[in-house]
C-alpha cells in the first residue's frame, strides 16, 4: 500500500490542524475545477506533475475537513482512495477483469465493469456494475454534462454483498471524469437516498476557487452512510 500512503501523505496535510479558508495543494500540482455540491461538499480536481500521463487526483471536504482523496487514470479507473472519516485506503488491482472505460462508454453509450480494490483495513472488494449514457446533456452553472445512469453492486472477499446502488451521474467528456448525482444505496441494515449533485463550477482566478468551505446544504445531520457508499466513479 506505499501507493496509497504516498497519496495520503499529499493530501492530509493542506487541511491538518486549523482549517483554512483555502486548499493548499501539493507541491507540483495544479487545479482546474472546483465543484461546490448540494450535500455539503466542496471538491478540487487537480493534475500533479509526477503522476502518468492522464492521471489525476481529487479531494473532497465537508464542514468537518477532509472527507477524501483519490486518483484516477484517463480511462477513470479507481487508482487509489483514502477515505479520511474510517481512516482507510484502497487500491486498483493489477489486470481487471473487466476495467472501467470512459471511452467505451462515449464510443458505445454504455460499458460494464467487474474489478477489485485491496485495502489493509478491509481487505478484498469486488466492485460490478454497468453505467449507461441516458442521452440527456445538462447545463449547470455555464458547464454541460452528460447525464448517466449506474447500478452497481459491492461483495467483499467471500463474494457476500456489501451494497447495491443505482442512480444517476454525469460525465465530463472534456474533464474525463465522472461528477455526483443523485442514487439509492442500500445495505444489510437500511436503504437511504442520496444527492451529490454540482451546483457551482469555479475556475482558477474566480472567487471561491480551492476554497475549504462547502456552501451549500451545510448545517443539516451529517448522514452515517457506510465507508464503501463512494462508487468508483462518484468519488476518485
Same mark, same amino acid.
Given at each position: 500500500?506505499?501507493?496509497?500512503? #504516498? =497519496? ?15 486548499? *493548499? ?5 495544479? #487545479?482546474?475545477?472546483? +465543484?461546490? *455540491? !448540494? ?9 500533479? #506533475? ?10 473532497? =471536504?465537508?464542514?468537518?475537513?477532509? !472527507? ?16 479520511? =472519516? ?11 477483469v473487466e476495467p472501467a472505460s470512459l471511452s467505451e462508454l462515449i ?21 460490478? /456494475?454497468?453505467?449507461?449514457?441516458? /442521452?440527456? %446533456?445538462?447545463?449547470?452553472?455555464? +458547464? ?14 467471500? *463474494? ?5 446502488? %443505482? ?10 471524469t465522472f461528477l455526483s448525482g443523485t442514487g439509492t444505496v442500500t445495505?444489510?441494515?437500511? !436503504?437511504?437516498?442520496k444527492d451529490d449533485r454540482p451546483v457551482e463550477f469555479i475556475f ?15 448545517? =443539516? #445531520? ?15
Amino acid at each position: 500500500m506505499k501507493y496509497v500512503a #504516498a =497519496l495520503i501523505l499529499l493530501a492530509v496535510p493542506a487541511v491538518a490542524q486549523e482549517r483554512p479558508e483555502t486548499f *493548499g495543494l501539493p507541491a507540483g500540482c495544479d #487545479a482546474f475545477v472546483t +465543484v461546490q *455540491g !448540494t450535500s455539503c461538499q466542496v471538491e478540487h480536481h487537480f493534475t500533479c #506533475a509526477g503522476d502518468p500521463e492522464g492521471h489525476q487526483r481529487r479531494v473532497s =471536504l465537508d464542514e468537518r475537513g477532509l !472527507t477524501y482523496a483519490g486518483q484516477i487514470d484517463n480511462e477513470t479507473q479507481w487508482i487509489a482512495s483514502f477515505h479520511a =472519516l474510517t481512516g482507510h485506503s484502497e487500491q486498483l488491482e493489477s489486470n481487471p477483469v473487466e476495467p472501467a472505460s470512459l471511452s467505451e462508454l462515449i464510443e458505445t453509450g454504455e460499458d460494464a465493469y467487474d474489478f477489485r480494490t485491496m485495502s489493509d483495513m478491509f481487505g478484498e472488494t469486488r466492485f460490478v /456494475g454497468r453505467d449507461t449514457l441516458t /442521452g440527456r %446533456q445538462v447545463t449547470i452553472d455555464g +458547464v454541460t454534462l452528460d447525464e448517466t445512469s449506474y447500478d452497481i453492486t459491492a461483495y467483499d472477499a467471500a *463474494g457476500n454483498e456489501i451494497w447495491t446502488s %443505482q442512480g444517476n451521474e454525469f460525465i465530463s467528456r472534456n474533464w474525463r471524469t465522472f461528477l455526483s448525482g443523485t442514487g439509492t444505496v442500500t445495505t444489510a441494515e437500511d !436503504t437511504f437516498e442520496k444527492d451529490d449533485r454540482p451546483v457551482e463550477f469555479i475556475f482558477p482566478g474566480e472567487p471561491g476557487f480551492l476554497s475549504a468551505q462547502p456552501k451549500y446544504g451545510c448545517g =443539516l #445531520a451529517i448522514s452515517a452512510a457506510p465507508y464503501s457508499e463512494e462508487t468508483p466513479h462518484d468519488h476518485i
